[in-house]
C-alpha cells in the first residue's frame, strides 16, 4: 500500500487523509525534512518514534476505526502538530 498522501499544510506536518481500507493497518512514510532529530508522537495510539535529521520512517499504525488521530513532534510541539483522518 502506498503511504497516504498530504492534503493540507500545517507548519512542521501534514494533515493525512486515510480512505479505505479503514480497519486495516497501514504505514506512514514520515520525513523528517530538519537538519535535527525529531520524535514523531501519536499519543492516542502510544506510537513514538525519533526520527534523525534527513531521515524517512515507515510507522506502521495498527488498525484504525473512523476517526481523528492526533500526532506532534515532540520536540518541537509548537510547531509540529497534525492530525490523521481515517475514513
Known amino acids: 500500500m502506498d503511504p497516504p498522501t498530504g492534503d493540507r499544510a500545517v507548519p512542521g506536518w501534514s494533515q493525512w487523509r486515510l480512505g479505505d481500507p479503514w480497519g486495516k493497518p497501514t504505514f506512514l512514510a514520515v520525513t523528517n525534512l530538519d537538519s535535527t532529530p525529531e520524535e514523531f508522537e501519536m499519543l492516542q495510539l502510544a506510537i513514538e518514534k525519533v ?22 513532534g515532540e520536540f518541537h510541539q509548537d510547531t509540529a502538530q497534525g492530525v490523521l483522518v481515517s475514513e
Open 51 to 72: 526520527i534523525s535529521g534527513g531521515a524517512k520512517a515507515m510507522i506502521r499504525v495498527r488498525p484504525l476505526g473512523p476517526g481523528r488521530y492526533a500526532f506532534m
